[in-house]
């Protein structure tokens, strides 16, 4: 019985139990540099953003600078501050079967700009947090889910 318990705990340890695998690594240097929302994609639902709040969003810039994160007044559902010390950049693959973990994204909607079988994020940390996640799309483009609406950001300078 105590072989079976220490068996179960080195395969619960070692053994892949699921095929989706997350893996942290600094984020990628085209990601610096400022966004603009160009589009946006209601994806249906419930939502409180009416499509002229929506449309209001297009043109709105957001700054990636290596020690700081800033964005236009009024973008999203931003804080006014962020106190950043550093990026996350965060990849989840083999993604068949995580629905319920992946809400919110590009590929559980099945929308075309997501990337195959894989979403990666890339999250300005604010005072110690994760508070916004950027979805790096197929195209190297960034998008953020908010309210049943899709954002897509293209880069405007670096």
């Not at 700054?63 to 964005?71: I, Q």
């Not at 501050?81 to 989840?92: Q, R």
């Not at 110690?128 to 950001?153: C, M, N, P």
Request: charged share 25%.
């Amino acid at each position: 019985m105590r072989v079976q318990f220490i068996v179960l705990i080195i395969c619960l340890l070692f053994c892949n139990i699921s095929k989706a695998q997350y893996t942290f690594a600094k984020p990628p240097k085209f990601i610096f540099g400022t966004w603009k929302i160009y589009k946006y994609k209601f994806i249906g639902g419930g939502t409180l953003i009416t499509i002229d709040k929506a449309k209001s969003y297009v043109g709105k810039k957001v700054v990636f600078d290596k020690r700081s994160f800033h964005h236009d007044q009024d973008f999203l559902w931003f804080d006014d501050e962020c106190g950043l010390t550093k990026y996350t950049f965060e990849t989840f693959a083999g993604l068949e079967g995580e629905v319920g973990k992946t809400q919110g994204t590009l590929w559980a909607y099945d929308v075309k700009e997501a990337q195959k079988n894989k979403i990666q994020w890339i999250k300005p940390n604010c005072d110690g947090v994760d508070y916004y996640y950027f979805e790096i799309t197929k195209s190297k483009q960034l998008a953020i889910f908010y309210d049943h609406y899709f954002f897509f950001l293209k880069k405007v300078s670096k």
